[in-house]
């Protein structure tokens, strides 16, 4: 293989060869916002896996890790804004491509509007202490005006920011963690390594929300023109992110289920279990730090959403899938300024809707955030069939490599089939209303922009062509200079 590109001058008029790999990877961590989990969430899957939680965010590790996989053979060939939806387009082709932009579309828009209302309900908390009490429409507009401003203006400013927030809030967990375990004695949990109490439903039912734990781990995939020589380094941080929060989030479970033991008190219960636990510790200041963290950390994930759905949406609309607007680029700023502000806007309006209709923040949160598991599994799947396919059209399929991919789809399964459910299982159950009718709501969704696609194409026979050979063209300047 010849020298990687090192002159790759954007075609789309965005800023090119500006973000180091610690800049891609905190894009990556950002939508992934590992901080908030063992700070606010991870009671929910305790409630589910039990004493394994540990062991489902190992298998959503392992299994995320074959995805990643799968999209590391588009990701080390080529780069684009396009993320996945430019990767399924070369290997499945255009009606694929389109399935999987707006799936990644309402994915990003859907995380980054579930955690505005995280942020919101956070931050009111936190500042109502200091006896001031905004309206929750109010809190919403701050997250996602900040949020655009730093999307708009800058990507390097945005990735910064980024690596900074969330990069710290980890520091400060990983500290206040290592307390609360030597608080204990560094005592070995035998009922967590033991599996005490735990059935293999308890650990499968639990993957369920790992997997949306791990989601977006792909998104430094949005960042192939900014990156710096994107070939090496944003494969390295879709992989690297998957390894890292994956380490991150076994250790961290497994301290505080040892850190709850013995305390009378429910970790499935708790808001704010680390901040119990640093009471615990007599580190209580050190939680406050965390929680300060968690705050900032919701704050980088909404960006973190903005920043892909924005660039994801720009390539749509440079190839025609989208009004030719959003496919713009500030002269100055480098950056889909149009884009940005029409992702985030939608990523106000909907929350800010919901508010006003008493929706408390809270199950916004979760209702948004159930919805856009839909759009990330649908891209996970598309991408491990499309993987194989592409390869053994350059004819660079392996055997191993179709292992990878089947591995892969079967482990997606298992997140497919527990959020929606199987009628009369106890494993894994239908969910309650509303959640019951999300895929519903998800496949009407794909069913318009689908529909909407095939009446575009009847105005425009040529589009479906032109499409793909846009996407060839941008995989084909990679492939000139790597003998690919």
Known sequence: MSKEISSYQSIHGLRQNCLSFSEVLAQSFAVIA???????????????????????????????????????????????????????????????????????????????????CGFANFSSIFIAHLGIHPSSITLLAIGAGISWYAAYKDIQLSAIAMLWIEGASLVLIAILCFIIWAHKGFALDMSQLTLSGVSPGNV??????????????????????????????????????????????????????????????????????LGFLSQQ?????????????????????????????????????????????????????RTPHVAVTICSLFTFLVPALMSFFHIQLFECMGYLGAICSYGFLTVYIMISVAAPVYLYKIRKLRPIDVVFAVLALVFMMIPVVGSVGLPGSNLFPVPEAPYNTFPYIFLMYLAVSCGWFFLKKQHSPHLAAAMQQRVEEIHSRFAERNNF
């Not at 989601?215 to 390894?243: N, Q, W």
Request: charged residues 5%.
């Open 204 to 273: 499968a039912t639990g993957l369920v929300l790992v997997m949306f734990g791990f989601s977006g781990f792909e998104s430094a995939t949005s960042l192939g023109d900014e990156a710096k020589k994107p070939l090496r380094t944003i494969p390295k941080a879709v992989m690297g992110s998957v390894m890292l929060a994956g380490l991150f989030f076994v250790s961290t479970t497994y301290i505080e289920v040892l850190g709850f033991s013995g305390t009378g008190v429910s970790i499935a219960h708790t808001e704010e279990p």
């Open 281 to 333: 510790a007599g580190v209580g200041f050190l939680g406050e730090l965390v929680g300060l963290g968690a705050l900032f950390s919701f704050f980088a994930c909404i960006l973190g959403s903005i920043n892909p759905a924005a660039r994801v949406a720009f390539l749509m609309a440079r190839h025609g899938l989208f009004h030719a607007s959003l496919g713009n680029a500030h002269a100055a700023n």
């Open 34 to 116: 590992p901080t908030t989990i063992p700070a606010s969430n991870i009671g929910l899957i305790v409630a589910l896996s039990g004493n394994g939680t540990w062991l489902s965010f190992l298998i959503g590790l392992v299994g995320l890790l074959l995805v990643s996989v799968n999209i590391n053979q588009f990701a080390s060939r080529s780069a684009s804004p396009g993320s996945l939806y430019a990767y399924i387009t070369k290997g499945l082709g255009p009606t694929a491509g389109v399935i999987c932009g707006w799936s990644l579309v309402l994915a990003y828009l859907f995380t980054g509007m579930s955690v505005l």
